[in-house]
């Protein structure tokens, strides 16, 4: 922790995005120089990143999930180009039973025919892992390597994208609109609708009762709609959510380390032991995310006539 900043300063600079965005014509920064014209720049401060709205850009969190997802690409590509049928060793035994477990995790709760529900399955547990990973390298490393190669004391840069909502919700709206594309594909439009407006409960079709039927389907229509968009929010929350946490467990335990030999030597133990806890945190988040995008998949391609 640099020496001028206190504990919340420490706890906020690590918990800020190297943002990205445009600043107004006029604007006057925190070091305070005013802008004579509109300016692409990086932030300064958790106020100017806040201020550049909603074009802003994560240049941390894009550069990190495009990294991770091209490393997950380039070695299961390498692998399985260089597979052969032998008894498998070394990383291609450990591609193998990943690729299987994964594989028999998507027959298990996907029960109908499509080739691009496994890969996405496999893609979307190993790019995950990896992102969650990055919480195991100690909070100070690589952003004191990035300030330093920026000559910045002051630079932001987060190495967790699963840290950030933008990410995390990022991956659910991508599995939403899969979602909603096999449902229309499996269904047909009209049926996707009806979908919406005819369950759960069946509009009344004769009688005086018939009169109703706008209200029911009305009633169908909030409830339906409701349980469609809480899922991708859930989905991308919940990982948001347990990354987030301990991160900041992290970032406290680091704290430590400035409060004298005793405090340091007690936050070495702490943060080993919460390291090989955050393990578990770790691939059980991935397999969740993995999981419920199988299951929402899965869902899409439930046809209610059939049953």
């Keep these: 922790m640099a ?3 206190t504990s919340t300063e420490y706890i906020q600079h690590h918990l800020q995005n190297w ?14 120089e005013v802008l004579t014209a509109d300016t692409w720049t990086s932030a300064h401060t958790a106020q100017e990143a806040a201020d550049m709205g909603f074009s802003a850009v994560h240049v941390d969190t894009l550069g990190w999930s495009i990294f991770l997802g091209a490393l997950f690409c380039f070695f299961f590509s390498r692998m399985a180009n260089r597979a052969s049928a032998e008894v498998p060793k070394g990383f ?7 690729v299987s477990f994964v594989d028999t995790t998507v027959k298990d709760t996907f029960h109908y025919s499509n080739r691009l529900i496994a890969p996405m399955a496999l893609t979307i547990f190993c790019w995950v892992f990896l992102m969650n990973l990055m919480d195991l390298i100690p909070v100070d490393w690589l952003p004191l390597a990035a300030q330093s190669v920026a000559g910045d004391s002051h630079f932001f840069f987060k190495v967790v994208p699963t840290t950030d909502p933008n990410a995390t919700l990022g991956m659910a709206i991508g599995v939403f609109l899969l979602m909603i594309f096999f449902s229309i594909q499996q269904k047909g439009f009209i049926g996707f609708i009806k979908e919406l407006t005819f369950h759960p409960f069946a509009p009344p079709t004769k009688g005086v ?12 229509f909030i409830l339906e709609f409701v349980s469609l968009i809480a899922k991708p929010i859930s989905l991308g929350l919940r990982l948001f959510g347990n990354l987030y946490a301990g991160e900041m467990i992290f970032i406290l335990i680091a704290l430590m380390f400035s409060a004298g030999l005793i405090m340091g030597i007690f936050g070495g133990v702490l943060q080993w ?17 993995m999981v419920l995008s199988t299951v929402y998949m899965a869902m899409a391609h439930d046809v209610h006539d059939e049953h």
């Design 273 to 289: 032991a919460w390291a090989v806890f955050h393990i578990l945190v770790i691939a059980l988040q991935a397999f969740v995310f």
């Design 3 to 5: 020496g001028s900043q």
């Design 92 to 98: 291609q035994s450990f591609v193998e039973l990943v």
């Design 19 to 32: 943002t990205y965005g445009k600043l107004p014509a006029g604007y006057t920064r925190d070091t305070g």
């Design 209 to 220: 009762a018939i009169l109703l039927a706008p209200i029911m389907i009305a009633i169908n």
